[in-house]
């Protein structure tokens, strides 16, 4: 018996602007408890081997991570998510019960007796209406879900947003390298991107993004240019005119008090949209897709009464809700934590190679970290229905 699927996409295609591309072992475990880590391994990506910080323009620490890294520890992969997402979706087009509606859009929700009961949709197929069993809400920090149930985010109000833009890369940044550089007000990132740019990233004070962008069309870019450090500074100038448009990403942190209404089940960044600290985004809503395939797989399959499917969604909640819990908290003592790294900042510059891989490899062995970059709890795909012949 198969379960059919439909999924919806807004857009045509996946080739529009990403930001978040950093593949954790939290997220990579995912992939390999779903059998899929051939397909993903063969896709391109980008290894970051060194990590240079700074300190209002002075390099202070240059981390050789295979030098540092536990022996046992995997590290982030940059990954472009259009590759990604479509290496998922063609392994899914392998079920007959899949379907994929591009280019549509969800207008709202068909709603009886109190439950959701299907979609109201539109786009390029035109309007009309989808009805289904259940509906899994995976739509993202702007959750269209969020917004038509009226569902309110919880958490700890953040006081950064992030400007991206990209430049194509140059001497003297490598290809392995990517950037730290703190400043007096907050801090910034580099790293290799796609097509062989550099992915820079600014953060600023919460709403402040006019000011930053400024009344001139440059403004911007000559703003960026004055903080950042000098290698990064040289490939920009190169680069200038041929930088992306600035994007904006509205920081946001928080959870939802329940997870699913009748008949609906929010999950990733719908649920619990995550800090852009330590890239965990695409991971934990990786993590959030095995377990509620354990949850409510079994239940679809077994053909019950849509009450159990209910029950199937809180115990999914129930299950993942503890490590979003510590993730986020972590993610919201990260930016406080680099005041503290700016204050000792000279000091670091002064340890030998060997002392600071010694502290690399003691900090990234402690259980918190380790809790951090792999996941704070096992998952295990337990359903796995059959591939058709």
Not at 64 to 72: A, G, N, S, T
């Amino acid at each position: 018996m198969n379960i059919r699927v439909t999924l919806i996409e807004r857009h045509r295609d996946f080739s529009r602007e990403f930001r978040g591309e950093g593949m954790t072992p939290g997220g990579m475990q995912a992939i390999l408890e779903a059998g899929l880590w051939d397909a993903f391994d063969a896709l391109p990506s980008q290894p970051i081997r060194s990590m240079q910080m700074f300190s209002r323009g002075k390099r202070f620490l240059n981390i050789e991570l295979d030098r540092i890294l536990p022996p046992d520890m995997q590290f982030v992969r940059l990954m472009p998510q259009p590759r990604l997402l479509e290496m998922l979706t063609s392994k899914c087009a392998q079920f007959s019960g899949f379907s994929l509606l591009r280019g549509t859009v969800v207008r709202d929700f068909i709603v009886e007796d109190s439950r959701v009961v299907g979609l109201a949709l539109g786009g390029e197929g035109g309007e009309r209406q989808l009805r289904c069993d259940y509906v899994i809400a995976a739509d993202g920090r702007y959750s269209v879900a969020r917004k038509r149930l009226g569902l309110e985010l919880q958490g700890e109000r953040q006081e950064f947003d992030v400007v991206w833009c990209r430049v194509p890369r140059s001497a003297p940044v490598k290809a392995t390298e990517a950037y730290g550089f703190l400043l007096d007000d907050y801090f910034g990132l580099a790293f290799p991107a796609e097509g062989d740019h550099v992915q820079i990233g600014r953060i600023i004070s919460k709403g402040s993004y006019r000011d930053f962008r400024g009344s001139e069309l440059s403004a911007w870019k000559d703003e960026l240019a004055s903080v950042l450090p000098p290698p990064l500074a040289a490939v920009f100038a190169a680069g200038r005119e041929r930088a992306s448009e600035p994007v904006l990403l509205d920081v946001i942190c928080g959870m939802l008090p329940k997870w699913s209404v009748p008949g609906l089940v929010l999950m990733g960044d719908a649920a619990h949209p995550m800090s852009p600290v330590g890239a965990q985004g695409i991971n934990v809503a990786l993590r959030d897709a095995i377990i509620l395939a354990n949850h409510i797989g079994p239940t679809l399959l077994a053909a019950t009464d849509p009450e159990r499917l209910d029950v199937a969604a809180r115990r999914f909640e129930a299950e993942r809700r503890p490590e979003v819990e510590k993730i986020q908290a972590m993610q919201n003592r990260g930016p406080k934590r680099l005041k503290g790294i700016q204050a000792v900042a000279p000091l670091l510059g002064l340890l030998p190679m060997g002392v600071l891989g010694w502290l690399g490899r003691t900090v990234l062995n402690r259980p918190s970290t380790r809790r951090f970059i792999e996941g704070a709890s096992r998952i295990s795909l337990t359903f796995k229905p059959e591939r058709d012949a």
